[in-house]
């Protein structure tokens, strides 16, 4: 087992990354502050992972309760939220109790949600079960919901106690879940960490067949570096958006087309190449890292193109309802060069045209 830290100060935790963890509850019992567990997880994970780690608490003599979920990003609002509220307070749960959010993105981000709400704060545990949460979204406190308008525009920054990453589970990904993990992979690659992106060249075909050594090199790899910016940048403030890359042009795809029919990680996929191709029209990079990371994003079965019913008037409207836009300003995650990232309000509008006409 990997051990990372996310270096927060008071608010530091641990990542562990091995195999086999979902039930090691003498792992968890550390990070859970009293008696009472509320297991969030959906009706896929469940199936497969909610009675382990329900007997592995159990064996420890925790108060165990759960909510299953239904499974999809369509599912991520505040009307599915309350059904996390519902069962805390069904139990009477106080502010001892500590959520586990056991499942994906979409797992992690309402039960860390709804952690920071409750009682106005408890404490909570991440045990991701896909490739793209325990490669970021379960790392660095993003919480919160979608909304009709606009993805994740409702949440909280509220740091968990652990996150433990078993790479066992991804055996039971379905090879679209993993492609769209290996998405947010490549963005470490090109935003800050060169090295890794040549290492991605070479190696992709065995992360897509399913490796665990290379998974779990990636994992490893991606955690630390998402580590390292939220250390520097805990709300965004700076740095931290630079972990946004393609994502603006990839919220607007996922609003657009409806919530689950792009998977998050495809939407991202298309929308590197969206920002890169941009990049590539400023002069900042040549065509051929553009064509460089537009391959490996194409090698790892990733859409490397918008959906063509998405009109330029349509893209400006929702990636203006973008959390990065400042006093009306559009900001993007753009590329200097491959293994470096900055976020800009510069932009040539005439250019950015240009790339959303030639990516659809």
């Given at each position: 087992?990997?051990?990372?830290?996310?270096?927060?100060?008071?608010?530091?935790?641990?990542?562990?990354?091995?195999?086999?963890?979902?039930?090691?509850?003498?792992?968890?019992?550390?990070?859970?502050?009293?008696?009472?567990?509320?297991?969030?997880?959906?009706?896929?994970?469940?199936?497969?992972?909610?009675?382990?780690?329900?007997?592995?608490?159990?064996?420890?003599?925790?108060?165990?309760?759960?909510?299953?979920?239904?499974?999809?990003?369509?599912?991520?609002?505040?009307?599915?939220?309350?059904?996390?509220?519902?069962?805390?307070?069904?139990?009477?749960?106080?502010?001892?109790?500590?959520?586990?959010?056991?499942?994906?993105?979409?797992?992690?981000?309402?039960?860390?949600?709804?952690?920071?709400?409750?009682?106005?704060?408890?404490?909570?545990?991440?045990i991701p079960t896909t490739l793209l949460s325990m490669v970021d979204s379960s790392v660095g406190g993003k919480t919160g919901v979608n909304h009709a308008l606009g993805k994740n525009m409702i949440g909280a920054f509220?740091?968990?106690?652990?996150?433990?990453?078993?790479?066992?589970?991804?055996?039971?990904?379905?090879?679209?879940?993993?492609?769209?993990?290996?998405?947010?992979?490549?963005?470490?690659?090109?935003?800050?960490?060169?090295?890794?992106?040549?290492?991605?060249?070479?190696?992709?075909?065995?992360?897509?067949?399913?490796?665990?050594?290379?998974?779990?090199?990636?994992?490893?790899?991606?955690?630390?570096?998402?580590?390292?910016?939220?250390?520097?940048?805990?709300?965004?403030?700076?740095?931290?958006?630079?972990?946004?890359?393609?994502?603006?042009?990839?919220?607007?795809?996922?609003?657009?087309?409806?919530?689950?029919?792009?998977?998050?990680?495809?939407?991202?996929?298309?929308?590197?190449?969206?920002?890169?191709?941009?990049?590539?029209?400023?002069?900042?990079?040549?065509?051929?890292?553009?064509?460089?990371?537009?391959?490996?994003?194409?090698?790892?079965?990733?859409?490397?193109?918008?959906?063509?019913?998405?009109?330029?008037?349509?893209?400006?409207?929702?990636?203006?309802?973008?959390?990065?836009?400042?006093?009306?300003?559009?900001?993007?995650?753009?590329?200097?060069?491959?293994?470096?990232?900055?976020?800009t309000s510069d932009i040539d509008r005439d250019l950015l045209s240009q790339t959303i006409n030639a990516c659809r």
């Amino acid at each position: 087992m990997k051990t990372l830290t996310v270096d927060l100060g008071e608010r530091s935790y641990p990542i562990f990354i091995g195999t086999n963890l979902i039930d090691r509850a003498d792992l968890l019992a550390e990070y859970i502050g009293g008696q009472q567990v509320c297991i969030v997880t959906n009706d896929t994970v469940a199936k497969i992972y909610l009675p382990m780690l329900k007997r592995a608490l159990g064996s420890r003599e925790f108060e165990v309760q759960s909510v299953v979920l239904p499974d999809g990003e369509q599912y991520k609002n505040l009307d599915t939220l309350n059904l996390i509220f519902d069962e805390l307070l069904k139990s009477r749960f106080n502010r001892t109790v500590t959520v586990i959010a056991l499942g994906g993105g979409v797992v992690g981000d309402m039960a860390g949600f709804a952690s920071a709400c409750y009682q106005r704060g408890v404490s909570f545990i991440q045990i991701p079960t896909t490739l793209l949460s325990m490669v970021d979204s379960s790392v660095g406190g993003k919480t919160g919901v979608n909304h009709a308008l606009g993805k994740n525009m409702i949440g909280a920054f509220y740091q968990p106690q652990a996150v433990v990453a078993d790479v066992a589970a991804l055996k039971t990904l379905p090879a679209r879940e993993l492609s769209a993990g290996v998405a947010e992979v490549i963005k470490y690659g090109i935003i800050c960490d060169y090295d890794f992106f040549v290492w991605l060249e070479a190696n992709i075909d065995r992360v897509m067949a399913g490796d665990a050594n290379a998974l779990s090199y990636c994992i490893e790899r991606s955690c630390d570096n998402k580590a390292r910016v939220v250390a520097q940048d805990e709300r965004e403030g700076g740095i931290r958006a630079i972990l946004n890359l393609g994502h603006t042009f990839g919220h607007a795809i996922e609003t657009a087309q409806g919530y689950g029919n792009w998977l998050h990680g495809e939407a991202v996929g298309a929308g590197m190449v969206m920002a890169l191709d941009l990049s590539q029209r400023m002069g900042l990079i040549c065509e051929a890292d553009l064509a460089r990371a537009t391959s490996l994003i194409e090698r790892a079965n990733l859409p490397v193109a918008a959906p063509e019913n998405m009109s330029e008037l349509q893209f400006i409207e929702l990636m203006s309802v973008d959390k990065k836009v400042q006093d009306g300003r559009l900001r993007l995650v753009l590329v200097k060069q491959l293994g470096q990232a900055f976020v800009t309000s510069d932009i040539d509008r005439d250019l950015l045209s240009q790339t959303i006409n030639a990516c659809r």
